[in-house]
Nanobody, 123 residues
Framework: QVQLVESGGGLVQAGGSLRLSCAASGRSFSTYSMGWFRQAPAKEREFVAAISWSGGSTFYADSVKGRFTISRDNAKNTVSLQMNSLKPEDTAVYYC????????????????WGQGTQVTVSS
């Protein structure tokens, strides 16, 4: 089993920045691909970013590409999401997820999920 806990959410103004962090507990963190997803009120959960086990490959949703950066620190069992140039449409609950297989844009392959952290971007 792998437990994930997100932190770093909050309220920011449009154009501002925020860094989310996900702490993992469990063995073999370095062998897991990690992803970030988000869900706005009354909306379906959508893919945001993902990173491979080595950190060598990253993937982003078109809506955040160029503004968000995903990274990981295997020594500390953490994955981060740096969010810049935030927009009101980025407002959502952000979830950290992990899977034993290659990083993907689909939520279906991710076996472990955090509780989520709220990000609110004001106009």
């Amino acid at each position: 089993q792998v437990q994930l806990v997100e932190s770093g959410g909050g309220l920011v103004q449009a154009g501002g920045s925020l860094r989310l962090s996900c702490a993992a507990s469990g063995r073999s963190f370095s062998t897991y691909s990690m992803g970030w997803f988000r869900q706005a009120p009354a909306k379906e959960r959508e893919f945001v970013a993902a990173i491979s086990w080595s950190g060598g490959s990253t993937f982003y949703a078109d809506s955040v590409k160029g503004r968000f950066t995903i990274s990981r620190d295997n020594a500390k069992n953490t994955v981060s999401l740096q969010m810049n140039s935030l927009k009101p449409e980025d407002t959502a609950v952000y979830y950290c997820a992990a899977q034993k297989f290659a990083a993907t844009r689909s939520a279906a392959g991710y076996a472990y999920w955090g509780q989520g952290t709220q990000v609110t971007v004001s106009s």
